[in-house]
Antibody
């Protein structure tokens, strides 16, 4: 059974960087049949897909237009995990962040979520 | 991007009742529509994908239907464990997008 374990800081100051980690068990971050995604949820934006990383014959990323200038998603094959970094955060980035495995467009396995609050 | 609109925002129902949730896409998405259940403090989980295929472990009281732009999720007889927020999501047009959710609450 695939499980995703999230970790990271829950309080970030404005203009700083949000960093989260998603550790994978039961699958490989290098799997060629899935993608590894970050989604966030807030009352104002609902469920918002942020970006993904995946391996096919090389590593690739896709990002939402709303955050593409500020986001980084990287895999760590040695620890079978992947990371989210979101730079220059504002209070608008306050949300619950989820890491999610996607197969064929279906978000089939989710982490438990991490509430990240942007506040000074 | 494809906008997904769910209705109603909230449904107040009694256990045992039949429930129908609606999801409309701003453009055709064929049958690439999934539904997710989200309970407080838990990870969301897929209920239905491909419009009508139940995900692993989902009981038969859940059924999905529709095509093109109009979709429904029906719970034939609501159980206590079904009270949750349900989201639809399309995976035809990039980027994948979600509806804003329907909360099914106890009447």
């Amino acid at each position: 059974q695939v499980q995703l374990q999230q970790s990271g800081v829950g309080l970030v100051k404005p203009s700083q960087t949000l960093s989260l980690t998603c550790a994978i068990s039961g699958d490989s971050v290098s799997s060629i049949t899935v993608t590894w995604n970050w989604i966030r949820q807030s009352p104002s934006r609902g469920l918002e897909w942020l970006g993904r990383t995946y391996y096919r014959s090389k590593w690739s990323n896709d990002f939402a237009l709303s955050v593409e200038s500020r986001i980084t998603i990287n895999p760590d094959t040695s620890k079978n995990q992947f990371f989210l970094q979101l730079n220059s955060v504002t209070p608008e980035d306050t949300a619950v962040y989820y890491c999610v495995r996607v197969i064929g467009g279906v978000f089939d396995t989710w982490g438990r979520g991490t509430l990240v609050t942007v506040s000074s | 991007e494809t906008v997904m609109t769910q209705s109603p925002a909230t449904l107040s129902v009694s256990p045992g009742e039949r429930v129908t949730l609606s999801c409309r896409a701003s453009q055709s998405i064929s049958s690439n529509l999934a539904w997710y259940q989200h309970k407080p403090g838990q990870a969301p989980r897929p209920v239905v994908y491909g419009t009508s295929t139940r995900a692993t472990g989902i009981p038969a009281r859940f059924s999905g239907s529709g095509s093109g732009t109009e979709f429904t999720l029906t719970i034939s007889s609501l159980q206590s464990e079904d009270f949750a927020v349900y989201y639809c999501q399309q995976y035809t047009n990039w980027p994948w997008t979600f509806g804003q959710g329907t909360k099914v609450e106890i009447k």
